[in-house]
C-alpha cells in the first residue's frame, strides 16, 4: 500500500510561485506514474500534469502548460509540482496520485489512479 503526502501549498498573491512536493512511502511507488490534479471549490478534480515512472515522460493539461512543471527525483521517491504566475482562478485543493500502470506513460484519466494523497489548499488572492 502505497501512502502519499503533498505539502507546499499556501496563501499566496496572484503573479507569485509554489513548489508543491508529493512524498510516497510503502509499496513500490518509484514504478508507478504520478499525477497532479487540483478540485477548485464547487467543482470537479482534473488533471494538470503526470510524470511516467521509467524515463520521467511528462504529459500536461493545456490549461497549465507553459507555467506548470513537473519534476521527480533520482530516487523517484518525491515528485514536484512548480507552478509559476499563479492567478486567482488556480485556487483549489492540489492532490498528487499514483498509477500502478503508468511505468513507461504517464495518463491524464483520473480513474487510472489508485493512490491518492489527502490533498493541500493553494489559494492565489487578487
Known amino acids: 500500500q502505497v501512502q502519499l503526502v503533498e505539502s507546499g501549498g499556501g496563501l499566496v498573491q496572484a503573479g507569485d510561485s509554489l513548489r508543491l512536493s508529493c512524498v510516497a512511502s510503502?509499496?513500490?511507488?518509484?514504478?508507478?506514474?504520478v499525477g497532479w490534479f487540483r478540485q477548485p471549490p464547487g467543482k470537479e478534480r482534473e488533471f494538470l500534469a503526470g510524470i511516467d515512472g521509467y524515463r520521467f515522460n511528462t504529459a500536461y493539461a493545456d490549461s497549465v502548460k507553459g507555467r506548470f512543471t513537473i519534476s521527480r527525483t533520482a530516487d523517484k521517491n518525491t515528485v514536484y509540482l512548480q507552478m509559476n504566475n499563479l492567478k486567482p482562478e488556480d485556487t483549489a485543493v492540489y492532490y498528487c496520485a499514483a498509477d500502478k500502470q503508468g511505468y513507461y506513460r504517464p495518463t491524464k484519466a483520473r480513474g487510472e489512479y489508485d493512490y491518492w494523497g489527502q490533498g493541500t489548499q493553494v489559494t492565489v488572492s487578487s
Open positions: 510503502g509499496g513500490t511507488f518509484s514504478s508507478y506514474g
